[in-house]
């Protein structure tokens, strides 16, 4: 089973991993923070001092079409926040 999905980078998790040192993931929905905290220190070879977990639902949209009312719905997800010992870093952009 893969438990990191994918890294999440947005404004407010590149500022708290410059000054909190945490990093976002998507995680599979059956991780426990067990195993997200060996994953990532398997991954990128550094000691996780913290996990925190969400489990966001996944949301209706609808928008008004020529051809109609569209309705959809936006995929569910759990993410990780995860707090690393001082002096480690993860680089998502080293091998771009």
Not at 15 to 23: G, V, W
Not at 38 to 52: G, K
Not at 66 to 84: C, D, E, P, R
């Amino acid at each position: 089973m893969q438990i990191l999905i994918k890294p999440l980078v947005t404004e407010k998790l590149n500022e708290q991993s410059d000054k909190l040192n945490r990093f976002g993931f998507v995680v599979a929905k059956s991780a426990n923070k067990l195993q997200i905290k060996a994953a990532v220190e398997e991954m990128y070879n550094v000691t996780v001092e913290d996990v925190n977990t969400m489990v966001y639902a996944g949301k209706v949209k609808t928008r008004y079409t020529k051809s109609g009312v569209q309705a959809g719905k936006t995929a569910a997800f759990k993410k990780a926040i995860v707090t690393l010992v001082e002096g480690d870093k993860i680089d998502f952009y080293s091998n771009i």
